[in-house]
């Protein structure tokens, strides 16, 4: 497993460098803004990036925005409790996960195995305000996203432990299924809802009462 890390503090990447390293992950590179990441993950192909989003030049959610769409890494954005909007524009670029920077190691190794492995981390303490602002503004609170009405029942259980932040091996083992049967459910789910990924989808339906 290999990971990038992109902030503009070196202290920060060393401290994110020396908990990574202590759990055996390995980090392949840094990066001290946003265009020298989107460079570096082309260059180093790592798995995961670990994306400060404010930072001079290019910003993270520029740069998560530019990586995802070279298919070059999976993104998880470090954010502060005063970062909402940039949680927003990070979550539209498309990064499946948001960690607080005061995350401890085991969370963060936790974190990038789990995204590495193709699922999604929301930490609701960084995203409860931020979902809520997915939906277009002046919209009902309770206005379901387009596509919604369209999942199966089984699907609709899915996208609930999704939102409770269960892996695909949680979710095959909760409702009796393959991982594979999960994975291609999960598909299904993105694509009626219109989300770019897992942490999209959950952000668009988080608020919605149960049905």
Do not use: C, W, Y
């Not at 390293?21 to 989107?38: Q, R, T, Y």
């Not at 670029?93 to 590495?116: E, I, S, Y």
């Amino acid at each position: 497993m290999r990971v990038l890390l992109a902030d503009d503090h070196a202290m920060i990447r060393e401290g994110l460098r020396l908990m990574l390293e202590s759990h055996g992950i390995e980090v392949v590179g840094e990066s001290a803004d946003g265009a020298a990441a989107i460079a570096a993950a082309g260059d180093l192909r790592p798995d995961v990036v670990l994306m400060d989003l404010r930072m001079p030049g290019t910003d993270g959610v520029e740069a998560t925005r530019r990586i995802v769409e070279s298919g070059g890494a999976e993104v998880i954005a470090l954010t502060s409790f005063d970062e909402d909007e940039l949680v927003l524009g990070a979550l539209r670029a498309g990064a499946v996960g948001f960690l607080l920077k005061t995350v401890d190691a085991a969370g963060l190794a936790d974190a990038v195995r789990r995204v590495a492995a193709g699922e999604g981390v929301l930490d609701p303490r960084v995203t409860r305000r931020a979902l809520r602002a997915v939906r277009h503004p002046g919209s009902a609170a309770s206005a379901p996203p387009a596509g919604l009405n369209d999942l199966t029942d089984r699907e609709r259980e899915v996208l609930r432990a999704m939102g409770e932040g269960l892996s695909n091996a949680q979710i095959a083992a909760l409702l009796f299924l393959s991982v594979p049967t999960v994975k291609t459910h999960v598909s299904n789910v993105l694509a009626k809802l219109g989300a770019d990924s897992r942490t999209h989808a959950v952000a668009m339906t988080r608020d919605l009462p149960p049905s």
